[in-house]
């Protein structure tokens, strides 16, 4: 069985209020050894591909980064071995991906080279007319989401002027001397990501599976307006200016925002749970809890009660269209892959999947990494 511990989940692009947003350039860093960019339509096998050759790598004991498509959960947009600083990303559109260095780092893999073009051209109505309508829903989901955006606006416009920021500046500094006591020396690295996800199976995140390795978590409470992501960009940000490497994980709703940051070298987690994104983390180690509520006026805040109430329920409902949207494109995009499902010479995508398989092999073992403790790296043919 495979170690679960060495499994990170997480996504590298989100249904933003902007649209689509990416941070596939932080996928992994500029170091990389080797990035094969999958190419191919729907239904061509892409995320099967990058799963089948992970879960073989996780079996031989790397640890894996699974990168989630944030309009279908079940599948994943790239996977990324750490150890062996070499990343399998998915480069069709929304998430297109060209290589920077073709040859020397990146190289494409077109799996559009294995389908039957008669077959596929066949269907060249059906295809057109599921391609518009995926696109409307997820535009529709867009404007779904600009307005629970704009709820979320008003709703911490009543919040904001009745916290106590001068409290709030003192739990900042109190948790930043407490955090940034000891910091090894070092030349930080910053990445961007999302762990929330707005997608059609629902708000998902895997943030449990990203908390390897942290041995400190400090879970920010309260409503919005109080100051919460604002704290986490500080303490980032000054971490990183320190030194320190920084994994922001933005917010799915505002990518400006935060939902949580990571500090792996001193094993520091910081993360939000407030609605409507409210997270329990599955945690053995330390959790300090920083209440943002409690500074509030509360009494000054009641005269505001039916508005906060409203803001909530608009909230709610404009996420639950943009899901509802987000749902009917998947649909949509399933009917799409029937056309190129029946086209495609599956049998020449394995064999070119083991032959991507043992290149990686060869890469790892070109890099003299000790595998004493791992099972040997051999591709079940």
């Known amino acids: 069985m495979a170690n679960k511990q060495k499994i990170r989940k997480m996504f590298p692009g989100g249904i933003t209020y902007q649209g689509f947003y990416s941070f596939y350039n932080y996928m992994i860093g500029p170091d990389a050894r ?24 996780l079996e031989a004991g790397y640890e894996v980064e699974y990168h989630y498509c944030s309009s279908d959960n079940n599948s994943i947009d790239g996977v990324v071995i750490p150890e062996l600083k070499v990343a399998l990303l998915d480069g069709t559109a929304p998430h297109i991906v060209d290589p920077k260095n073709p040859g020397a780092v990146d190289e494409i893999i077109n799996l559009g080279e294995y389908w039957n073009e008669t077959l596929v051209f066949q269907s060249k109505t059906e295809i057109f007319t599921c391609n518009q309508q995926v696109s409307r829903f997820f535009q529709a989901a867009y404007f779904a989401l600009k307005d629970a955006k704009n709820a979320m606006d008003e709703w911490k416009f009543y919040v904001t002027p009745f916290q106590n920021w001068n409290e709030i500046n003192k739990m900042y500094l109190k948790t930043e001397k407490e955090i ?45 307006g109080t100051g919460k992501s604002t704290f986490l960009t500080r303490i980032a940000d000054r971490a990183s200016m320190l030194g320190l490497s920084v994994e922001y994980y933005h917010n799915p709703l505002d990518p400006e925002k935060l939902d949580m940051i990571l500090l792996p070298e001193i094993e520091i987690g910081l993360v939000i749970d407030s609605e409507p994104y409210p997270y329990t983390p599955d945690f053995k180690g330390t959790v300090v809890l920083l209440d943002f509520d409690k500074n ?17 329920e608009r909230v709610n409902s404009c996420l639950e269209r943009a899901l509802t949207n987000s749902k009917k494109a998947k649909e949509m995009h399933d009917r799409l892959e ?28 070109e890099q003299t990494i000790a595998v004493s403790t791992r099972s040997p790296l051999i591709p079940k043919i």
């Open 338 to 365: 029937t056309y190129y499902i029946p086209a495609m010479n599956f049998q020449a995508i394995e064999e070119k999947r083991l032959e991507t398989l043992k290149r990686i092999i060869n890469m790892a073992e």
């Open 296 to 312: 509030l006026d509360q009494e000054l805040l009641q005269n505001y009660r039916s508005e906060l109430s409203s803001c909530a």
């Open 180 to 224: 940034l006591k000891k910091i090894p020396e070092g030349h930080g690295k910053v990445r961007r990501l999302f762990a929330w996800a707005h997608t059609p199976q629902g708000k998902c995140q895997y943030i449990d599976s990203l908390l390897n390795g942290i041995q400190t978590l400090y879970i920010l409470q309260g409503q919005p």
């Open 34 to 57: 080797h990035i094969f960019v999958i190419k191919g339509g729907p239904g061509v096998g892409k995320s099967t591909f990058m799963k089948k050759i992970a879960q073989q790598l």
